[in-house]
């Protein structure tokens, strides 16, 4: 999510990148209450913004995990102290509509961070070059966004409406989006 705070400080200055073929999260369970997840559609673009809203406070988005898909999407995850914020889906790949589509029963709920050694000060920007997938269902409320080739994963509740999927390393496998508001009318 790019928030009028954020932005600035996500965009200061020379960033240093590092380019992954995939992308490992760890994940600090926790039995609280999920957090608000806040969706924004850009109604020109049809962007969608989510930020997980950050009990935390402070701070601004300072390092990207952008996903690039190898058919030109992109989706970049937004974290804030090494913690997943947010993400914006800015092209989405080719969405297939399903008559139902149900998202997986979530095994934890818990914050999802990069490791250590992703987050140092020196950089700021991870790009992963991998293939994206995404399906829908009818309404378009329920979205799920594949990352890689299809494999085994366990659901992990990162926000109350945000689920990250996790292969049995620990690699982001995909994303599903809940209850995401529908896309507004052009004018």
């Known amino acids: 999510m790019r928030d009028s705070d954020a932005l600035p400080s996500a965009l200061a200055g020379p960033q240093s990148r590092r380019r992954l073929t995939s992308v490992t999260f760890r994940v600090a369970a926790h039995d609280a209450v999920a957090d608000p997840v806040r969706y924004r559609w850009d109604a020109d673009t049809e962007i969608l913004s989510a930020s997980i809203v950050d009990r935390r406070g402070?701070?601004?988005?300072?390092?990207?995990?952008?996903?690039?898909?190898?058919?030109?999407?992109?989706?970049t995850l937004e974290l804030r102290a090494g913690r997943l914020c947010g993400m914006e889906v800015a092209v989405w790949p080719p969405v297939k509509a399903r008559s139902i589509l149900t998202p997986p029963a979530a095994t934890q709920a818990g914050h999802a961070t990069l490791p250590p050694a992703l987050v140092g000060s020196a950089l700021s920007d991870v790009e992963v070059d991998t293939m994206l997938a995404a399906e829908s269902d009818r309404l378009e409320r329920t979205f799920h966004l594949r990352v890689g080739t299809p494999r085994r994963s366990r659901a992990v509740r990162v926000g109350r409406d945000i689920?990250?999927?996790?292969?049995?390393?620990?690699?982001?496998?995909?994303?599903?989006?809940?209850?995401?508001?529908?896309?507004?009318?052009?004018?």
Not at 58 to 75: F, I, K, N, Q, Y
Not at 168 to 185: E, F, H, S
């Open 58 to 75: 402070g701070g601004s988005v300072a390092t990207t995990v952008e996903l690039e898909g190898t058919d030109g999407s992109w989706v």
């Open 163 to 187: 689920l990250l999927e996790l292969d049995d390393a620990d690699q982001l496998a995909g994303l599903w989006l809940l209850n995401v508001p529908p896309v507004p009318l052009h004018s």
